[in-house]
């Protein structure tokens, strides 16, 4: 997992397609509102996944 500290939206923006990167589960709703900002804003595709076992969402660049 990701440093705790890790900035959401700089970390999503850098993604190239394919990349994946981890969030602890208590940004979730953060975590999805900039994927999906971010979606629209620049035209990507990003898929989220919670892992409630290692309690992190999974953020992947599809497109």
């Not at 709703?29 to 990507?44: C, F, G, H, P």
């Amino acid at each position: 997992m990701e440093n705790s500290t890790q900035k959401i939206r700089p970390t999503l923006y850098g993604m190239a397609v394919g990349d994946i990167v981890k969030f602890p589960i208590t940004r979730l709703k953060s975590v999805r509102t900039q994927a999906s900002e971010l979606s629209i804003m620049y035209e990507r595709q990003y898929t989220t996944r919670t892992d409630r076992v290692e309690k992190t969402i999974v953020v992947k660049r599809i497109a």
